[in-house]
């Protein structure tokens, strides 16, 4: 069975039997069914589906923003804005996505010769819980205005998420008289996945996840000689320079670290900074965390809502307790609380150092880390003292500074006096351990699509 958790209680509050064998192979032929006649769709065809995603999610907001603040415990303002990050993205393909996708005449010894490029087909998204809407829109709206179809795997603990963003599409498809199916949503173990990723239908995959899942997938992908985008995890840095603005990045590194309790990809993870401002940050960015309002995150004036998952929350626990008696001072939180459902508190943990468990390892939760580092040579080279590299900051009053040292960070991503965010405008995606090709922007809509040259004869 599929069974989802409430993280706010603990309890159980949906079972579902998964696909079996039959039922998968079924849908996935209807993929392709589906596929056929999707591909010769227009461009403003597949726009005018994209806007009507958005507007019909919109409409929806308060039940869909409810199905995941009970499902994963993402607080229920958070919850507003992914849906509304959701229906951008859906609505920045539908006015960008030709433009993106446009022939490019290339000088040959041909009488013409340009490059077209058309849909592959069936792309399979394996999805995680953390981001139940952004990262399904974020992997189908390219895809489809693209010409693809969709294949949606989505995490198990977030079932009704998962049905109810394949019902947004089916709806709107419905009332623009074009084809049903172009998300399906697989409810199905991830010991499955196989049999759809080898399936001759599935012409390409997209993970986001951990990197043993993105290991395991891009295996098994290459096995099959089929393409794969991968965005994985990150331990991302933060440097923190003696001439930034102390105040405004200990506020934005607060707010960047504790977004949906900590548990993202691209959260700031290791605020590195130089040691002549290291106290003063450390008193500013103590005064943003102990304020912030740890509980229900249904409530409107929750900040920080609990762990999606006892396992994880327990997993968390432990790089909490070694990274102490490695030698790091936890100046907030840092116990395991007691009560129903996963909570754990904001925990800032100080004088950590390269080789302890909290500086090694991902932390996905609200744990705030803080190196100090001699100068700006050495935070950069702790900052890429990682076998990830998805995103990093920078903090410094010297823009330039601040640009030559985005040249020797070792990220796929770098903001500079800025919150790391994604953004429908713009690529994102990993490097190293934190995984390969992009999504989002010009080169997310790509990534599957097959870049035909045409050599025309005179």
Not at 57 to 82: F, H, Q, V, W
Not at 255 to 284: H, M, P, T, W
Request: proline content about 6%.
């Amino acid at each position: 069975m599929l069974i989802a958790t409430n993280p706010t209680t603990g309890e159980s509050i949906h079972a579902y039997p998964p696909m079996d064998e039959n039922e998968l192979s079924q849908a996935i032929e209807r993929s392709q069914e589906v596929f056929q006649s999707w591909k010769t769709t227009g461009f403003a065809q597949r726009a005018a589906m994209l806007k009507k995603v958005a507007e019909l999610m919109r409409a929806d907001r308060e039940r869909l923003a409810r199905l995941m603040t009970i499902e994963m415990g993402k607080p229920i303002n958070e919850s507003y804005g992914e849906l509304e990050k959701s229906a951008w993205c859906a609505e920045h393909y539908a006015e960008f996505g030709e433009q993106y996708l446009s022939p490019v005449d290339l000088p040959s010894d041909a009488a013409h010769s340009y490059v077209q490029h058309l849909p592959l087909g069936s792309i399979l998204g394996v999805l995680p819980w953390n981001a139940p809407f952004w990262l399904a829109f974020r992997f189908a709206a390219p895809a489809l205005m693209a010409g693809n179809v969709c294949l949606m795997k989505h995490d198990e603990h977030v079932p009704k998420c998962a049905i109810a963003i394949a019902e947004l599409f089916d709806q709107a498809c419905n009332r623009l008289d074009l084809p049903a199916g172009i998300v399906q949503n697989l409810p199905i173990h991830r010991e499955q996945v196989a049999q759809v990723i080898k399936s001759e239908v599935v012409q390409a995959v997209s993970l986001t996840g951990s990197s043993a899942a993105g290991s395991a997938v891009a295996s098994l992908a290459a096995s099959q000689i089929k393409p794969a985008v991968l965005e994985l995890g990150g331990s991302d840095p933060s440097i923190v320079l003696a001439d930034a603005d102390i105040s405004k990045a200990a506020e934005t590194l607060a707010i960047s670290r504790i977004i949906n309790a900590g548990q993202s990809c691209i959260a700031a993870k290791r605020l590195i900074v130089e040691a002549s401002v290291y106290d003063e940050f450390i008193s500013k960015l103590k005064s943003h965390l102990e304020k912030l309002k740890v509980g229900d995150p249904s409530l409107p004036e929750t900040q920080v809502g609990p762990i999606a998952r006892e396992d994880l929350r327990d997993a968390l626990h432990r790089q909490v307790s070694t990274t102490i008696n490695q030698g790091a001072r936890c100046l907030l939180g840092g116990e395991m609380p007691e009560g129903s459902g996963f909570f754990y508190p904001v925990t800032l943990l100080v004088d950590v150092t390269p080789k302890m468990q909290a500086s090694c390892e991902e932390t996905f939760g609200p744990i705030a880390v803080v190196m100090k580092a001699d100068s700006a040579q050495e935070a950069l080279e702790i900052a890429n003292d990682t076998p990830y590299g998805l995103a990093a900051s920078i903090w410094t009053s010297d823009t330039q500074k601040g640009i030559e040292m985005a040249n020797q960070i070792e990220a796929g991503q770098v903001a500079i006096n800025g919150i790391v965010k994604t953004d429908p405008r713009l690529p994102s995606g990993g490097i190293k351990r934190s995984g390969y090709g992009r999504e989002l922007g010009p080169h997310g809509i790509l990534e599957f699509v097959n870049v035909q040259q045409v050599w025309i004869g005179a």
